[in-house]
C-alpha cells in the first residue's frame, strides 16, 4: 500500500471519529461512524491474506447492520418525538435500539461474538486500532445519549464482564483472549 494512501486512510479515521464526537445531530454522527468504518476496510486488508478478506467481510456486515439499526432508531425518535439531537431521545423505545446498536457498534456482550473473530483474523496493529480507536466514537455516542433505562447498560456491562471472564477461561488462542 503507497504511502500517501496510507496517510489517507488514518486521516480519514481521525476525521470520522472527529465528526462523531462533535456532532449533535443523529445524521451527521451517523456520518462520522460510516466514515470510521470504511476507512478502516482497506487497512485490514492491507496484506491480502484469506483469513484477513474474511475479518474484513464479517466485519463490514457486522458494521454496516449496526448502523442501519442505529439510524432505525434515530429515524424512529424523529417520527415520535420530532427531535434528530442526540441529547433529545424523549422516548425509550428509539433510545433502548440506539444502544443496541452502539453495544454492537463497541462489541458489548451479548453482541459481541463478531469481535473475536474478526480480530482473530488481522495482524496485530490493524487489530490494535480496531480494538482502541474504532470504538472511541460509539462509547462518546453512548454517553451523549440520556439514560432512560440505565438498566440496560449495567446489564450490558455485566454480561461483558462475565461472559467474557467465562470465555476466556477456555480459549488456547492468545489473539481472542486479548
Given at each position: ?15 470520522g471519529t472527529t465528526i462523531t464526537l462533535s456532532s449533535t445531530h443523529w445524521l451527521i454522527a451517523w456520518v462520522g461512524l460510516e466514515l470510521n468504518t470504511l476507512a478502516i476496510l482497506p487497512l485490514m486488508t492491507r496484506q491480502p491474506h484469506p483469513r484477513a478478506v474474511e475479518a474484513t467481510t464479517k466485519y463490514f456486515l457486522i458494521q454496516a ?114
Open positions: 500500500m503507497s504511502p500517501y494512501i496510507l496517510l489517507i486512510l488514518v486521516l480519514a479515521l481521525g476525521l447492520a449496526a448502523a442501519a439499526t442505529l439510524l432505525f432508531a434515530a429515524t424512529t425518535n424523529a417520527w415520535l418525538t420530532g427531535q434528530w439531537e442526540i441529547q433529545q431521545m424523549a422516548h425509550p423505545l428509539p433510545t433502548a435500539i440506539a444502544t443496541l446498536a452502539l453495544a454492537t457498534k463497541v462489541g458489548l456482550a451479548p453482541m459481541h461474538f463478531w469481535l473475536p473473530e474478526v480480530l482473530q483474523g488481522l495482524d496485530l496493529t490493524t487489530g490494535l486500532v480496531l480494538s482502541t480507536w474504532q470504538k472511541l466514537a460509539p462509547f462518546a455516542l453512548l454517553l451523549q445519549m440520556p439514560l432512560h433505562n440505565p438498566t440496560l447498560l449495567i446489564i450490558l456491562g455485566l454480561l461483558s464482564t462475565l461472559i467474557g471472564g467465562w470465555g476466556g477461561l477456555n480459549q488456547t488462542q492468545l489473539r481472542k483472549i486479548l
